[in-house]
């Protein structure tokens, strides 16, 4: 009951008036026409999960700023692919924990055949060869500066950093690897990278080049799981593309793709749709979205308080990310959505 009688105040114009009756909710009033309508859906084809590798065996160890993420011992990141290909999901991709005493400041774990990434492909592939795997081509889990380059005087060395990264692209790629994911942004990676890995006879391992990876403060979670909060020196604003610019962005994805890049991702995710759009339009390239760490950890704390609805929050994220053109996304959240979605 309405206790105000409306008056001339709502004005005369009916709302058949002003909408010519068009009548937008005529298709939203049922779950059928809703379906019909739906214009982007999202499916298990869509998830490449990222996982991360410890030391040891039979291990999983919780990460305190990600609720419901671990660290695990190749073991158990083997039997979590099995789990991952049961459920549909294509690729995964390993981002390892290194000690502390294995780090310097080139990063030189990343040349070792039998470094904890390289092993894990190896038991992966092995196991589950029906997995896509992705490997992190870059130096910020070996470094003991957390930079994901070599710091010389206080400078993060552009071009010996992409020669250090090339070989160790060629080693993940002989244990194994499907794609190989630079995310360091140093100029000219994509360009050495592929070269390095043709003349070592893997023209068929693709590259995934985080082509736009921006200056942000949504890694942090990620920076305690594989232990470089406490060690990253300075900031990465002189790698990592100012959260301001969006025509750079589209000049770095470029780039990329005139040296040969096969895929390109976006990261973070959600407060950069906007590029992920412009990126899709401008090039038609495979392209995706790295819902990331800090993006993760803010649905999942907002739920524990009972702020939000978890599980539709992290529905409609991922659900953004194909409204604004992304093919796939890397998020944490992969084996839950493919639960929900088979289910
Ligand atoms: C660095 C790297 C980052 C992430 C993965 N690899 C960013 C950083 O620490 O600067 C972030 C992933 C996430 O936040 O989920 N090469």
Request: net charge negative.
């Given at each position: 009951m309405?206790?105000?009688a409306p008056?001339?105040?709502a004005?005369t114009r009916?709302?058949?008036?002003v909408t010519g009756s068009?009548?937008?909710?005529r298709?939203?009033?049922?779950?059928w026409?809703?379906r019909?309508?739906?214009e982007?859906?999202?499916t298990?084809?869509?998830?490449?999960?990222?996982?991360?590798?410890?030391?040891?065996e039979?291990?999983?160890?919780?990460?305190?700023?990600m609720?419901?993420?671990?660290?695990l011992?190749?073991?158990?990141?083997?039997?979590e692919a099995?789990?991952a290909?049961r459920?549909g999901?294509?690729a995964?991709?390993?981002?390892p924990?290194?000690d502390?005493?294995?780090?310097d400041t080139a990063g030189?774990?990343i040349l070792?055949p039998?470094?904890?990434?390289?092993?894990?492909?190896?038991?992966?592939?092995e196991a589950?060869?029906?997995?896509?795997?992705?490997?992190?081509?870059?130096?910020?889990?070996?470094?003991?500066?957390?930079?994901?380059?070599?710091?010389?005087?206080?400078i993060i060395?552009?071009?010996?950093?992409?020669?250090?990264?090339a070989a160790g692209?060629?080693l993940?790629?002989?244990?194994?690897?499907?794609?190989?994911?630079?995310s360091d942004?140093m100029?000219?990676r994509?360009g050495?990278?592929?070269s390095?890995?043709?003349?070592?006879?893997?023209?068929?391992?693709?590259?995934m080049s985080y082509?736009t990876k921006?200056?942000?403060?949504?890694y942090?979670p990620y920076?305690?799981a594989?232990g470089t909060?406490?060690l990253?020196q300075?900031?990465?604003?002189?790698?990592?593309i100012n959260?301001?610019?969006?025509?750079?962005?589209?000049r770095e994805?470029?780039?990329?793709i005139?040296e040969?890049t096969d895929?390109?991702?976006?990261?973070?995710?959600?407060p950069?749709?906007?590029?992920?759009r412009?990126?899709?339009?401008?090039?038609a390239?495979p392209?995706?979205?790295?819902q990331?760490?800090?993006?993760y950890?803010?649905?999942?704390a907002?739920?524990?308080?009972?702020?939000?609805?978890?599980?539709r929050?992290?529905?409609?994220?991922l659900l953004a990310f194909k409204?604004a053109?992304?093919?796939g996304?890397?998020t944490?959240?992969?084996?839950?959505?493919?639960e929900?979605l088979?289910?």
């Amino acid at each position: 009951m309405n206790r105000f009688a409306p008056t001339k105040a709502a004005g005369t114009r009916t709302v058949d008036d002003v909408t010519g009756s068009r009548r937008l909710r005529r298709m939203r009033k049922a779950a059928w026409s809703r379906r019909l309508v739906q214009e982007n859906h999202l499916t298990v084809d869509d998830l490449i999960w990222p996982i991360f590798l410890v030391e040891g065996e039979n291990v999983q160890e919780p990460i305190a700023a990600m609720p419901g993420v671990f660290r695990l011992s190749v073991d158990v990141a083997v039997r979590e692919a099995e789990r991952a290909a049961r459920l549909g999901i294509p690729a995964i991709a390993t981002f390892p924990k290194v000690d502390v005493s294995l780090r310097d400041t080139a990063g030189s774990l990343i040349l070792d055949p039998d470094n904890l990434t390289n092993r894990a492909t190896r038991a992966i592939k092995e196991a589950v060869p029906e997995i896509g795997v992705i490997t992190d081509a870059a130096l910020d889990p070996f470094t003991s500066h957390g930079h994901d380059g070599v710091l010389r005087d206080g400078i993060i060395v552009n071009d010996e950093t992409v020669e250090q990264i090339a070989a160790g692209a060629v080693l993940q790629a002989a244990a194994g690897a499907d794609i190989i994911a630079p995310s360091d942004m140093m100029d000219g990676r994509i360009g050495v990278i592929r070269s390095a890995l043709d003349e070592n006879g893997f023209q068929d391992v693709a590259i995934m080049s985080y082509a736009t990876k921006f200056d942000s403060a949504f890694y942090g979670p990620y920076r305690d799981a594989i232990g470089t909060a406490g060690l990253l020196q300075g900031d990465k604003k002189t790698y990592y593309i100012n959260a301001a610019n969006s025509a750079e962005a589209l000049r770095e994805t470029e780039q990329d793709i005139l040296e040969g890049t096969d895929m390109v991702m976006v990261k973070p995710g959600l407060p950069y749709l906007d590029i992920i759009r412009q990126i899709k339009d401008s090039f038609a390239l495979p392209t995706f979205a790295y819902q990331v760490s800090g993006e993760y950890s803010m649905i999942k704390a907002a739920a524990a308080n009972g702020w939000i609805d978890g599980d539709r929050a992290m529905m409609e994220s991922l659900l953004a990310f194909k409204r604004a053109g992304a093919d796939g996304i890397l998020t944490y959240f992969a084996p839950t959505v493919a639960e929900m979605l088979k289910g």
